[in-house]
């Protein structure tokens, strides 16, 4: 079992930056990978980043944004951060932690609560 702890989001303006917090806790969490998800209304889930163990491992989903966002993870404490910059009001959304089994990432794993992330001008 994997608790995931999500915080970080709220009100921000466009071009602005946001870093969004996931503490994880259970046991062997080194065996999974932490990844971030976005969800407009009316659309599905959408993978935004995704990272293992060692910060070479993340990897990108977005293509359009990708660049402007970083995932990292702290091991010592089993945090995982979401950075965006240059905030667009398109990056309004509901964000989610998730946490997958390293080899069975096809399965849905565990889910953080989402937090709210609004960009308005």
């Known amino acids: 079992q994997v608790q995931l702890v999500t915080s970080g989001g709220g009100l921000a303006q466009p071009g602005g930056s946001l870093r969004l917090s996931c503490a994880a806790s259970g046991s062997n969490l080194n065996t999974y990978a932490m990844g971030w998800y976005r969800q407009t209304p009316g659309n599905k889930r959408e993978l935004v980043a995704r990272?293992?163990?060692?910060?070479?491992?993340?990897?990108y989903f977005v293509d359009d944004v990708k660049d402007l966002f970083i995932i990292s993870r702290d091991n010592a404490k089993n945090t995982v951060y979401l950075q965006k910059n240059k905030l667009m009001t398109a990056d309004t959304a509901v964000y989610y932690c998730?946490?997958?089994?390293?080899?069975?990432?096809?399965?849905?794993?565990?889910w953080g609560q989402g937090v709210q992330v609004t960009v308005f001008s």
């Open positions: 998730n946490a997958r089994k390293l080899g069975r990432l096809d399965e849905d794993g565990y």
């Open positions: 990272i293992c163990v060692s910060a070479t491992s993340a990897k």
